[in-house]
């Protein structure tokens, strides 16, 4: 641990102003010394946080401080009271929901643009922080071959982002909605398959669809939305009146990372004028590799698209980018210029506020360009390529185990899969999985997720960050199988 000495001011010095650069060089080092010790020691730390419901609030004064406190105890509070109970996503062998890394680059940058604190919410308020947003928007959108037509920007989350696409297919739909309400208008619907991610259903929330207004869509063994299901379930909605509005094909669903057939959603979203979004939270950087291309073959045909280069293009949280082909309707399904946000140069520049929900907008291009440039395309597909090969491999070690097996193809870098072990009953091979599971995460040693798939339990490993090995992989796959013998051997 890094030690650093208290630095109060004397009594008596006035309450005003800013922490001093000098402090503020003392302790920005110290963290930057402490983060730099972090990730080289961040395998020490339990990968799940090992405390209880409650271990931080009691811990904590119930009451804020109304005398100032010095930066040491502030500091050493983080590390006492912070550092414990916190899930380490940037331990390497966190393999739960979808892997992330706040890389190196990532992180300095985060770092500038918390100091710098600009608000790009219109160009004046930060031309370059307007501008730089839309060079590496368009450098992403090449990289992942996306073609000219797309243009983009930069949202919190995919939930955001999707949101947005959704308001605007809305828009197109019904476009007076936006100054009546839906009032009288007919019934609108959006489309989804049954592996899609509750985000939709927010949207569909949000949007006053409802979750009845979201159509779930079965899917074939391989977990993707089938088209003819959906195109049953149009064409029986149009008779009776309701108004397709907008389908959502998977790119990489969350459970199995499972790919939509876009080409075909998208015959079928041109055939009953919907509009098509497509999200790719997770698996659209892998666009990036050449090799994975077919797996996006016709999502060049949505309206719009997300993919989140904070889960698997080492961009610290949060970063998600939202593409259009039609930044028009976009733009009107929910600007709003206010005399107070009107500048005098709005007909000749992009004001970023006018692409989504939120006015105020953190610096995130920062970090995206710090990311992109530092390792380059080449070391990007590199790092990704290697994820998926970690991915393969583990998939085989599982297939190739007695009483274990893979639950469905692994095209990216996720594997699902499951314990079967000898003959018992579904109910009680769903409980021995999530008993494994809960073994291995109690190690502290690895973390793993869960998901339902059908009706089965299926355990989740997910590759994603930058520090991972094969070793690690390797470690938690041994936990797995130690985890089942014991879980297996206590129920026999
Ligand atoms: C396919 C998919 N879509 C959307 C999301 C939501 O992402 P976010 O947390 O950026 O809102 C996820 C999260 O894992 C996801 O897997």
């Known amino acids: 641990m890094t030690q650093v000495k208290s630095a109060v001011p004397p009594d008596g010095e006035p309450v005003l102003g800013d922490m001093s650069s000098a402090e503020f060089r003392q302790w920005g080092r110290a963290a930057v010394d402490w983060i730099a010790a972090y990730m080289d020691g961040v395998e020490a730390h339990p990968v799940l946080a090992q405390v209880h419901p409650g271990d931080l609030l009691s811990a904590l004064p119930a009451v804020a401080p109304e005398e100032r406190e010095a930066f040491a105890e502030i500091f050493e509070d983080f590390q006492r009271l912070i550092v414990p109970g916190l899930t380490h996503w940037n331990h390497p062998s966190f393999f739960g929901y979808f892997a992330i890394t706040g890389s190196g680059p990532g992180t300095v940058a985060e770092l500038l643009s918390a100091a710098l604190n600009v608000n790009a919410m219109v160009w004046r308020t930060s031309p370059a922080g307007t501008e730089l947003e839309q060079r590496v928007v368009a450098w992403l959108r090449d990289l992942v071959g996306l073609p000219e037509p797309f243009e983009g920007v930069i949202q919190d989350t995919a939930s955001t982002s999707t949101l947005t696409a959704l308001t605007a297919?809305?828009?197109?739909?019904?476009?007076?909605?936006?100054?009546?309400?839906?009032?009288?208008?007919?019934?609108?619907?959006?489309?989804?398959?049954?592996?899609?991610?509750?985000?939709?259903?927010?949207?569909?929330?949000?949007?006053?669809?409802?979750?009845?207004?979201?159509?779930?869509?079965?899917?074939?063994?391989?977990?993707?939305?089938?088209?003819?299901?959906?195109?049953?379930?149009?064409?029986?909605?149009?008779?009776?009146?309701?108004?397709?509005?907008?389908?959502?094909?998977?790119?990489?669903?969350?459970?199995?990372?499972?790919?939509?057939?876009?080409?075909?959603?998208a015959d079928l979203a041109a055939e009953f004028e919907a509009w098509l979004h497509v999200d790719a939270a997770y698996a659209g950087t892998a666009a990036i590799l050449p090799e994975m291309r077919d797996l996006f073959d016709g999502w060049e045909r949505a309206d719009s698209l997300v993919f989140n280069p904070?889960?698997?293009?080492?961009?610290?949280?949060?970063?998600?980018?939202?593409?259009?082909?039609?930044?028009?309707?976009?733009?009107?399904?929910?600007?709003?210029?206010?005399?107070?946000?009107?500048?005098?140069?709005?007909?000749?520049?992009?004001?970023?506020?006018?692409?989504?929900?939120?006015?105020?907008?953190?610096?995130?291009?920062?970090?995206?360009?710090?990311?992109?440039?530092?390792?380059?395309?080449?070391?990007?597909?590199?790092?990704?390529?290697?994820?998926?090969?970690?991915?393969?491999?583990?998939?085989?070690?599982?297939?190739?185990?007695?009483?274990?097996?893979?639950?469905?193809?692994?095209?990216?870098?996720?594997?699902?899969?499951?314990?079967?072990?000898?003959?018992?009953?579904?109910?009680?091979?769903?409980?021995?999985?999530?008993?494994?599971?809960?073994?291995?995460?109690?190690?502290?040693?690895?973390?793993?997720?869960?998901?339902?798939?059908?009706?089965?339990?299926?355990?989740?490993?997910?590759?994603?960050?930058?520090?991972?090995?094969?070793?690690?992989?390797?470690?938690?796959?041994?936990?797995?199988?130690?985890?089942?013998?014991?879980?297996?051997?206590?129920?026999d």
């Not at 989804?192 to 063994?221: N, Q």
């Not at 733009?331 to 105020?360: F, H, Q």
């Not at 610096?363 to 990704?384: D, E, P, S």
């Open 169 to 265: 297919a809305r828009h197109r739909a019904y476009p007076l909605i936006r100054d009546r309400g839906w009032g009288a208008l007919p019934r609108g619907r959006v489309y989804a398959s049954a592996e899609a991610h509750s985000s939709v259903d927010k949207a569909a929330i949000v949007l006053g669809f409802g979750r009845e207004g979201l159509c779930r869509i079965p899917v074939d063994d391989r977990f993707r939305m089938l088209p003819a299901a959906l195109r049953d379930a149009l064409r029986s909605d149009v008779e009776k009146g309701v108004k397709p509005v907008a389908i959502v094909a998977t790119l990489g669903t969350t459970s199995t990372s499972s790919v939509d057939p876009v080409r075909e959603l």
């Open 310 to 491: 904070h889960k698997w293009l080492f961009t610290p949280l949060d970063c998600s980018i939202l593409l259009t082909r039609s930044p028009a309707e976009l733009r009107e399904s929910t600007a709003l210029t206010p005399e107070y946000l009107s500048t005098p140069e709005d007909e000749d520049v992009t004001n970023l506020m006018d692409y989504g929900i939120a006015l105020g907008r953190r610096f995130r291009a920062l970090k995206l360009w710090f990311v992109l440039r530092y390792f380059g395309a080449r070391g990007l597909r590199g790092r990704l390529r290697e994820h998926v090969r970690m991915a393969r491999t583990f998939a085989e070690w599982v297939e190739g185990e007695e009483g274990w097996e893979v639950l469905a193809p692994v095209p990216f870098s996720t594997v699902a899969f499951r314990y079967v072990g000898a003959e018992v009953s579904e109910a009680d091979r769903d409980a021995r999985n999530l008993a494994i599971m809960t073994r291995v995460n109690a190690t502290g040693r690895a973390f793993l997720s869960h998901t339902r798939l059908g009706r089965h339990v299926a355990l989740r490993l997910s590759i994603g960050n930058l520090r991972t090995t094969e070793a690690h992989v390797r470690e938690a796959w041994e936990l797995l199988k130690t985890a089942a013998l014991t879980v297996q051997g206590e129920s």
